[in-house]
C-alpha cells in the first residue's frame, strides 16, 4: 500500500528581507511590473516600471541579511505605463514595452533610452525560456534569422527580403554576426493578431518568424517550443517550429482576467481561471491537480516548491504538490491597491519581491535547515521528516541531511519517552553511530566513553543520560503538564500521558527492550573493534536487566565481541 501524504502544516517558508520606499522615486506612480536580474554573487538588480513610464533601478546584496535596496538610477522611457520588463542578461540589455513600443536601454541605464525596431501596436512580450538542450529548436538554423517566408509577412517584409542581398531586412549583415548568435535572447512580440518571434542583434531587431494568432491576447508564456497565450476567452497553445495552434481550454463568460506563470522548476506553466491555477506541461496537457487558492491573485509566482500569489493586499504561499496554503504575509498599511509579484529568473530560486502602492517588499527563502527547527520545536516530528523527504527528492538537501535528521527526531522522542517510535527513527539514521546510545545505558566514564560523538545536534534535546534518569525527568515534565493543564495552560506533552500517565517500571523495561532493538540490528552492520566490544557487552548487560537467559546464552554461545570483565563488573553494579 503506497505510504499516505501529509499535508503540509503552516510554516514560516519566507522572512522578510528588507523594505524600501517609493515615495521619493515613483512620483507617486504606482509599479506596474518588476523584474529581477542577478549581476554577481553578491549584486543584483530590481528593476521597477512604473504607471508613469518611469524605470527605477534598484541594487541589493541577496546574501547579506543587513543590507538593504539601494537606489541607483531613474529614467523616463514614456508617458504611458511601463507594461514589461524583460532582462537580456547575455547582452547586458534590458528590453521595455511601453506606448505599445519596444525601448531598449543597458542593463545599469547608464545609456540613454533608445527606441528600438520599426515594431508598433506591441500589446504583449515575452522572453524564451529554454531548458535542456533536447526539449527546444535552433530557430536560428531555420532561415538564419532571415525575415521568414510565412504567408503572413507582408509584402514590404518579402519585398526586402529580395532586395536584401545577404542583409537583413534592419541592415544588418548575416554574415558579419551569425558566427556570434547563440539564439538566447529571442523574444515573442504580439502585434494585433500576429505572432512576431525575435531576436536583438547589436540593439537590432531581427525577425525570426511571423505566425497568424488570435487577437485580443493579455498573457504569454514561451518555454521551449510551445508558446502559450491567454485571452479573455480561453488558453491556446502555439508551436513556435510548425505555426500550428490549439486551444488548450475556453474561459467562462465572466471570470477574471487570463493570467500565466512559468513554473520553471517544474518546466510547467499555471494558468489562472478565477481563483484555481491549472498546471499544464509544454503540449498544454494539464497535469497534477489543480490548486484552488482564497481570492482571484493580482500575480503569481515561484519560490521552491511554492506558488506564492498576491493580491488583497496578501501575499500566500501554495505547496505546489498538496494545494496547501503553508504561509500567509499580510501588508497591513501599505496603502494597498494592487500588488505585483516577481521572482529570480532561474525558477525555485530563493528571492520573490512584491511592490505595493508605497513600496518594494524584499522576502528570503527561510533555509531548509531552519525550517525543519522550527517544526521540531514543536514537536511536529512527522512533518519535519515529511519535510525533510521532499526536499531531499528535489535535490535541495542531500541523504546525509535526512539521516542527521532522523537521528535528531529520535533522540528528541527518546526524551518524550516515546522508545519505540526513537528507535524507529535511529534505524533509518544511515550515519548515526550505536555508540550514540551508549550514555543511556552506562554513566560516564566508562570504557567506551571516547567512542561517543560529542555531537548536540542542533541542541534540541538534553545530553544523553542513563535510561532512569530520562525516564525519571520525563515522568517529572508529565507531572507538571497535568498541573498546568488543570490550571487552563496548554503543554507540549503527550495527551495520552495526560490522561493515563504510566508507571515507572512499564516505561523503564520499554526502554531497555526498544534499545536492545537496535542494539541487535546495529551488531549485523560493519563496526570497528571497540564499537563492536561496547555493542555486545552492553547487550548483555541488558538482557540481564530483563532477565532474559535465553538471549544472554544464546549471545554467549556465538561469536561474540563480549568483554568479560566489564559484563562481570556491569552484572555486580546491577545487584
Known amino acids: 500500500m503506497a505510504k499516505p501524504q501529509l499535508k503540509p502544516k503552516a510554516r514560516n517558508v519566507v522572512e522578510s528581507l528588507f523594505h524600501f520606499d517609493l515615495t521619493p522615486y515613483s512620483l507617486s506612480s504606482p509599479v506596474n511590473s518588476l523584474s529581477i536580474s542577478p549581476l554577481s554573487d553578491s549584486q543584483s538588480l530590481l528593476y521597477l516600471g512604473t504607471q508613469s513610464g518611469r524605470l527605477i533601478l534598484l541594487s541589493f546584496d541577496p546574501s547579506s541579511p543587513n543590507n538593504t535596496l539601494s537606489f541607483l538610477k531613474s529614467v523616463v522611457v514614456g508617458e504611458c505605463p511601463v507594461e514589461s520588463v524583460l532582462v537580456l542578461s547575455e547582452l547586458n540589455r534590458v528590453l521595455i514595452l511601453c506606448d505599445e513600443c519596444l525601448f531598449l536601454v543597458d542593463n545599469l541605464l547608464v545609456q540613454p533610452v533608445k527606441k528600438v525596431g520599426f515594431l508598433k501596436g506591441v500589446s504583449v512580450i515575452a522572453k524564451r525560456v529554454k531548458t535542456s538542450e533536447s526539449e527546444w529548436t535552433n530557430l536560428l538554423e531555420n532561415g538564419s534569422g532571415i525575415l521568414s517566408n510565412s504567408s503572413s509577412a507582408s509584402t514590404s517584409q518579402r519585398l526586402l527580403q529580395k532586395l536584401g542581398g545577404g542583409i537583413k531586412a534592419n541592415g544588418v549583415k548575416v554574415k558579419e554576426q551569425e558566427q556570434n548568435r547563440k539564439g538566447n535572447d529571442v523574444f515573442a512580440a504580439i502585434v494585433g493578431k500576429r505572432l512576431i518571434l525575435i531576436e536583438l542583434v547589436n540593439g537590432n531587431v531581427v525577425i525570426l518568424k511571423e505566425i497568424q494568432c488570435i487577437d485580443g491576447v493579455k498573457t504569454m508564456v514561451w518555454l521551449n517550443d510551445s508558446i502559450i497565450v491567454g485571452t479573455v476567452n480561453g488558453y491556446s497553445l502555439i508551436s513556435c517550429v510548425t505555426g500550428q495552434s490549439g486551444v488548450i481550454f475556453s474561459l467562462p463568460d465572466v471570470s477574471s482576467l487570463p493570467l500565466l506563470k512559468l513554473m520553471l522548476k517544474e518546466r510547467r506553466v499555471l494558468l489562472l481561471v478565477d481563483n484555481v491555477g491549472v498546471v499544464v506541461d509544454v503540449h498544454g496537457q494539464p497535469v497534477g491537480g489543480s490548486l484552488v487558492f482564497r481570492r482571484s491573485p493580482d500575480s503569481l509566482g515561484e519560490l521552491s516548491m511554492y506558488a506564492v500569489v498576491v493580491g488583497d493586499g496578501k501575499m500566500e504561499l501554495y505547496h505546489k504538490k498538496s494545494g496547501v496554503c503553508i504561509q500567509t504575509v499580510t501588508f497591513a ?223 554467549a554461545s556465538s561469536e561474540n565481541s563480549c568483554i568479560v570483565v566489564c559484563t562481570i563488573f556491569l552484572f555486580a553494579y546491577m545487584r
Open 333 to 555: 498599511g501599505e496603502g494597498i491597491s494592487q500588488c505585483i509579484a516577481t521572482d529570480e529568473e532561474c525558477g525555485g530560486g530563493n528571492l520573490v519581491v512584491v511592490a505595493t502602492s508605497t513600496k518594494v517588499i524584499c522576502y528570503r527563502k527561510v533555509s531548509a535547515e531552519e525550517q525543519i527547527k522550527d517544526l521540531l520545536r514543536k514537536k511536529d516530528f512527522k512533518e519535519a521528516i515529511s519535510l525533510v523527504e521532499e526536499l531531499e527528492c528535489e535535490g535541495e538537501i542531500s541523504k546525509e541531511m535526512l539521516s542527521f535528521v532522523h537521528a535528531q527526531v529520535g533522540f528528541l522522542l527518546l526524551f518524550d519517552l516515546h522508545f519505540e517510535e526513537a528507535v524507529d527513527h535511529f534505524l533509518q539514521s544511515e550515519t548515526m553511530q550505536p555508540s550514540e546510545v551508549f550514555p543511556f545505558i552506562m554513566r560516564d566514564p566508562n570504557r567506551w566513553s571516547l567512542l561517543v560523538p560529542r555531537n548536540r545536534y542542533w541542541g534540541l534535546h538534553p545530553p544523553p543520560a542513563p535510561l532512569e534518569d530520562v525516564v525519571d525527568n520525563g515522568l517529572a515534565a508529565i507531572q507538571r503538564a497535568i498541573f498546568l493543564k488543570k490550571a487552563g495552560v496548554e503543554t507540549a506533552v503527550d495527551d495520552d500521558f495526560l490522561s493515563n500517565p504510566p508507571s515507572r517500571a512499564d516505561l523503564l523495561e520499554l526502554a531497555i527492550k526498544n534499545i536492545i532493538r537496535y542494539l541487535e540490528i546495529s551488531r549485523e552492520k560493519e563496526l570497528t573493534i571497540l564499537v563492536k566490544e561496547g555493542v555486545d557487552t552492553l547487550l548483555m548487560y541488558l538482557y540481564r536487566a530483563l532477565n532474559r537467559v535465553h538471549d544472554m546464552e544464546k549471545l
